[in-house]
């Protein structure tokens, strides 16, 4: 009897979802994922006790149990990975400055590849044995490398889109505290400290367009979505520190 390979595919993408702004459909979606992928847990580990269970006895019963079991998980398998297709779909609509168009192309890409996901599980419904089963799930991975690749440059395009907007709102607050601290010195107040905390700041900005640079050379969307994660980190931080200084300044 085939193993059906368990995906890590579902985990990678929810650290962008934990944090995001309000949206009429995103977080239905984004329960929907989670409860496809719940389910989708669910049905692979119940298929390998049955999967135990036929290599062990080895009768008939044991093994239309197993049969079952198997399209079950497979089933539940296209399920999470529709509404992966959708939770990313989903978030490129509501990144802000992510264009349209961007999230329009995804779109149909993501559309297209439902529609071949809803074909594949057609087939393993209609499977009555389990070599025409393992036919189904052969071509489920076959397309599975597509529809990844596709699902990554996804999520790139959005963590582009997030740490470009993150770096652009840092320059406000690198002006606001520049001038702050020049008017203070005009008064004739020590600025040394703040100082201090803005060149920190803009060694940290500096790191963020070091690892932009560098995610932009990657040759993998998982070693350049890892790149930009840090790079959003980086600018976090400096704008995270340019607003206590002012904090520390004006009280506010």
């Known amino acids: 009897m085939k193993k059906i390979i368990s995906f890590t595919l579902f985990l990678v993408f929810c650290f962008l979802f934990l944090i995001s702004p ?3 459909s995103y977080p239905q ?15 692979y580990q119940n298929y390998q006790i049955a999967k135990s ?11 239309n149990e197993a049969l079952e079991k198997m399209r079950h998980t497979l089933l539940k398998r296209t399920d999470v990975l529709t509404a992966y297709l959708t939770l990313i779909w989903e978030k490129m609509a ?17 559309q297209k590849e ?24 052969d ?11 596709e699902a990554n440059l996804g999520i790139t395009q959005i963590l582009f889109a997030k740490t470009n907007l993150t770096y ?5 607050f690198f002006g606001r505290v520049s001038e702050t601290l020049s008017r203070l010195e005009n008064l004739g107040e020590d600025t040394t400290f703040y100082r201090r905390g803005l060149s920190s700041a803009q060694a940290k900005a500096d790191l963020y367009l070091d690892k932009k640079e560098a995610a932009g050379k990657e040759t993998e969307l998982i070693r350049t979505q890892k790149t930009l994660q840090e790079g959003l980190e980086y600018i976090r931080e400096s704008t995270n520190n340019l607003k206590e200084i002012l904090n520390t300044i004006t009280g506010l």
């Open 94 to 110: 509501i990144t802000e400055s992510l264009d349209k168009e961007t999230a329009n192309a995804f779109q149909g890409i993501a």
């Open 29 to 43: 979606s984004y329960s929907d994922y989670q409860f496809q992928y719940s389910q989708y847990r669910l049905a």
């Open 114 to 137: 439902q529609a071949w996901l809803t074909d594949n599980q057609k087939k393993i419904s209609a499977a009555s044995n389990m070599a025409d089963l393992n036919t189904a799930a």
């Open 168 to 172: 652009s709102k840092s320059g406000d």
């Open 53 to 63: 269970a036929f290599l062990t006895y080895k009768t008939l019963s044991t093994q």
């Open 139 to 149: 071509e489920f991975t076959s397309r599975h490398s597509q529809i990844s690749k």
């Open 22 to 24: 309000v949206h009429a």
